[in-house]
């Protein structure tokens, strides 16, 4: 009784480690549809490790990246991005956003975790395309 008990326990601590990016890095294409693909990765490091990074895409959350994952979603109109820690530890984070055009094009986003003295929040910073292959 006590190992079932244990098991229910730490399976939904466990799983909510991980998180739904990938570690492989998308492949990246030109939109023919005039969409725009927005790619996202996030850094790997210590800080903030243990902390999901919920990403919302127009108020829609559309992924919960771990460290070193990464993600695409495509978007038909200007588009606004909010970054913020997911889960019970996520509370303890600052929160970032960005925004930007529906312009066709592809746009890259590094997400990172800024500490301060006392504090610490994730940081998105839109990068090129070179700078984002070479993240990670």
Excluded: W
């Excluded at 019970?88 to 997400?111: E, L, P, Q, R, V």
């Amino acid at each position: 009784m006590k190992k079932l008990l244990i098991l229910i326990i730490l399976i939904p601590l466990l799983s909510a480690c991980s998180g739904t990016g990938s570690k492989i890095k998308p492949s990246i294409a030109s939109s023919s549809n005039g969409n725009t693909n927005l790619y996202f990765t996030r850094e790997g490091g210590f800080m903030g490790g243990g902390i999901l990074a919920k990403i919302e895409v127009n108020g829609r959350e559309i992924a919960r990246l771990g460290t070193k994952e990464s993600i695409t979603h495509n978007v038909s109109s200007n588009y606004k991005v909010k970054v913020s820690g997911a889960g019970i530890n996520g509370f303890t984070i600052g929160k970032d956003s960005a925004a930007g055009t529906s312009d066709g094009k592809n746009h890259f986003y590094i997400i990172s975790v800024k500490q301060g003295l006392f504090s610490m929040s994730f940081k998105i910073s839109e990068t090129t395309e070179s700078g984002f292959n070479q993240s990670n």
